[in-house]
């Protein structure tokens, strides 16, 4: 497996067991290298409408 496709494996691991904004601040962490973000929020998202992407933001938003 290439080491791009790995962070990208390791990323979505992270996603579904911390959740987007933890995950995020769990990666800031360690940035050190230049990171495709919008091939990240690809895969996250991927397969979902927006409508969901949106309901499940305003969960968020209520704490």
Do not use: C
């Not at 409408?49 to 704490?63: N, P, Q, S």
């Amino acid at each position: 497996m290439r080491a791009d496709l790995k962070k990208i494996a390791g990323i979505d691991v992270l996603n579904k067991t911390l959740g987007p904004v933890l995950a995020f601040r769990f990666l800031t962490l360690f940035h050190r290298e230049p990171t495709d973000y919008v091939e990240i929020s690809r895969r996250l998202y991927e397969g979902q409408t927006i409508d969901e992407l949106f309901e499940r933001a305003k969960g968020l938003w209520k704490g």
